[in-house]
């Protein structure tokens, strides 16, 4: 048994290495933001919000019970001033008490309910559409972390590289300082750069962990993740229609406004409703019993506010300029959006242009450090002047990587300025 589970072992092992070491993708780690994002969490909330809200609402058409009591004395009552033989006129007591309830039943609130129940859902779709602006505001930094860990990764490989290159050009040195071809001060400078080199890389090591964690935090993954990203073909997005969460914002402010227009105009229809009163005092509704009673009345009712002297028009008023003002923003967003995508369409413009004289320069570069390595092998010049001939070659290599990495990220900017990822 203990066999089949050192074998199990084995074999699931190599396994879980390659699943823990698989490439991650910028999408990923956007996907993994948002879901990570502490904003997100408002949403549930405001959706209890709302529900609540719309409970509440739904009672207006409920019964109103309340109970009264009071108890008072009067200075004077009421009296007949009649004297009648053998009739004896009753009079009020000036102490008076009662207990009653009174009800108030909504018929018809003039839709005021309802205009409610559309104001709270307009409210919550701008409250929604707000943390959607919220959470979109976290790619930019998620691209700059991703772009910013993915160059040190490929600038990594192309000093690695180097530290190979020098490697070997310290053997083939070592064979012909021996045979006293070369003095040992030519291969000293090749050691020194070795040394300098790996000193880059650990740099560059301790750089791409402090970033990784940044990337780690705002993801809510593991450093570990992180050991390998990849990039994927960008879409060109400058000719797409602007899709970003802030014309939805525009839209859903607007459109709350709305809703307190329609609720402004609700208010100024009558009511009607139905009222009751029940209770147990002295006197009841016979003023002129003295003695504890109980009574009841019901009926119908309206209320309507016939004039309220302009008050709602100009309420009307102010909506209609805030909605000319969200208007005015709206405009001014899509300016500044329109002035950001043809400033990243020429940068992108002048990345691609580089790259066009990169691979040139490089071919250049690796053709100067191949003779200057014949030469140093001959002799006929110093490890200095080999070893500032293959940084320009190293330069070279990195300029063009940076150039790739700087290209798709502006692509992925632009995206991202037009709201398309």
């Known amino acids: ?86 009739i004896k006129i009753p009079t009020v007591d000036k102490d008076q008490y009662k207990v009653y309830l009174d009800l108030k039943q909504t018929i018809w609130d003039g839709g005021i309910t309802k205009a409610k129940e559309k104001l709270n859902t307009a409210e919550n779709a701008g409250n929604l559409q707000q943390t959607e602006v919220d959470v979109y505001q976290v790619k930019d930094r998620v691209n700059q972390f991703f772009f910013t860990t993915f160059l040190i990764q490929e600038n ?50 301790s750089t791409l962990e402090t970033v990784r964690y940044a990337l780690s935090i705002i993801t809510g993954k593991t450093t570990e993740q992180f050991q390998r990203l990849t990039l994927t073909d960008e879409a060109s997005a400058s000719d797409k229609p602007l899709m970003r969460p802030e014309l939805g914002l525009f839209s859903k402010q ?4 709305d809703a307190n227009s329609a609720l402004l105009k609700k208010q100024r229809n009558p009511k009607l409703f139905g009222f009751g009163q029940a209770g147990y005092g002295r006197p009841g509704l016979n003023m002129l019993s003295t003695t504890f009673d109980t009574y009841y009345m019901v009926g119908v009712g309206f209320s309507w506010n016939v004039f309220d002297w302009k008050t709602t028009n100009r309420q009307q008023q102010v909506l209609k300029l805030q909605k000319e003002i969200i208007q005015t923003k709206e405009n001014a967003f899509v300016q500044s959006i329109d002035i950001a995508t043809d400033q990243q369409q020429k940068q992108i413009q002048q990345i691609n242009d580089l790259l066009k004289t990169d691979q040139e320069l490089i071919e250049v570069r690796e053709r100067i450090t191949k003779t200057s390595a014949s030469k140093l092998e001959n002799g006929t010049i110093t490890s200095a002047d080999y070893i500032q001939d293959l940084n320009s070659e190293v330069t070279a290599r990195l300029t063009q990587e940076t150039h790739k990495i700087q290209l798709t990220e502006a692509n992925v900017k632009l995206a991202n300025i037009r709201g398309i990822q």
């Open 1 to 86: 048994m203990k066999t089949i589970k050192l074998m199990l072992i084995a074999f699931f092992a190599p396994l879980q290495f390659l699943l823990a070491q698989e490439a991650v993708t910028l999408e990923q780690c956007q996907k993994w933001a948002r879901e990570n994002h502490p904003a997100l969490k408002q949403l549930e909330i405001y959706q209890q919000i709302l529900d609540l809200k719309n409970q509440s609402n739904s009672t207006s058409y409920l019964p109103q019970v309340t109970l009264n009591g009071q108890g008072t004395y009067q200075s004077a009552v009421t009296k007949i001033g009649l004297s009648l033989p053998n």
């Open 156 to 205: 990594l490989k192309i000093l690695e590289k180097k530290v190979e290159t020098l490697a070997e050009r310290q053997k083939i040195m070592d064979s012909a300082v021996k045979n006293g071809v070369l003095l040992s001060s030519e291969l000293d400078q090749i050691l020194a750069e070795q040394i300098k080199t790996r000193q880059q890389l650990i740099e560059l090591n």
């Open 254 to 257: 607007a459109e709350l406004l």
